[in-house]
Nanobody, 116 residues
Framework: QVQLVESGGGLVQTGGSLRLSCAAS????????MGWYRQAPGKQRELVAV???????NYADSVKGRFTISRDNAKNTVSLQMNSLKPEDTAVYYC??????????WGRGTQVTVSS
């Protein structure tokens, strides 16, 4: 059974930094991509950043230059370093992994709140 456990969320002031981490366990297949999504109240879940097994990355325009995604293929972990945080970054952040069969697995989410 695949489990994704996120950590590192919390409350931070505008301009501050947080680092999110996600550890995947029970994975018996090749992971094509690992990523982070977020969902703010009343809004749809959106992609924040994704990184493939070969290290290619993609970021939402709103976080480019501020957030950095990284992964450890051997440990099945993915991290998101978030700098220069803004109030509009406030959301629940979800870890995601995708298999070669395009099956998505999700963590339960971690709250990030940026105060103005």
């Amino acid at each position: 059974q695949v489990q994704l456990v996120e950590s590192g969320g919390g409350l931070v002031q505008t301009g501050g930094s947080l680092r999110l981490s996600c550890a995947a366990s029970g994975v018996t297949f090749s992971i094509v991509a690992m990523g982070w999504y977020r969902q703010a109240p009343g809004k749809q879940r959106e992609l924040v950043a994704v990184i493939t097994s070969i290290g290619s990355t993609n970021y939402a325009d709103s976080v480019k230059g501020r957030f950095t995604i990284s992964r450890d293929n051997a440990k099945n972990t993915v991290s998101l370093q978030m700098n220069s945080l803004k109030p509009e970054d406030t959301a629940v952040y979800y870890c995601n992994i995708r298999s070669r069969r395009n099956v998505d697995y999700w963590g339960r989410g971690t709250q990030v709140t940026v105060s103005s």
